[in-house]
């Protein structure tokens, strides 16, 4: 039963302790930065890539990019709500009862 109540109990921690604490903190902490850098890391081609080119070679290749790109209007992607024209007719007969 002491047993029990010991593992509820609150501790007190050094100074030393505590320090230690934030010095482990701060480490663990460090490695998720690193390792979240790591992740957003560029592949090497293209690294190497960029550090090869010069900025006019670069200039150039972008401009050759953007016109490969396929150009969408706000026309082409998006087509607004319309009712079906062999329809009308039939929709025009239809009477709608308000309450009111």
Request: proline residues 2%; hydrophobic residues 25%.
């Amino acid at each position: 039963m002491n047993d029990i109540n010991n593992d509820n109990a609150s501790r007190t921690y050094t100074e030393e302790e505590v320090l230690e604490l934030f010095r482990r903190f701060r480490n663990e902490e460090k490695l998720i930065i690193n390792k979240n850098k790591e992740e957003r890391a560029l592949p090497t081609d293209i690294v190497s890539t960029l550090e090869d080119s010069s900025k006019l070679q670069l200039q150039e290749s972008f401009k050759r990019y953007r016109k490969d790109l396929t150009k969408y209007t706000h026309d082409d992607r998006t087509v607004a709500e319309e009712i079906n024209k062999s329809l009308v007719p039939k929709l025009k007969q239809h009477t709608v009862e308000t309450t009111g």
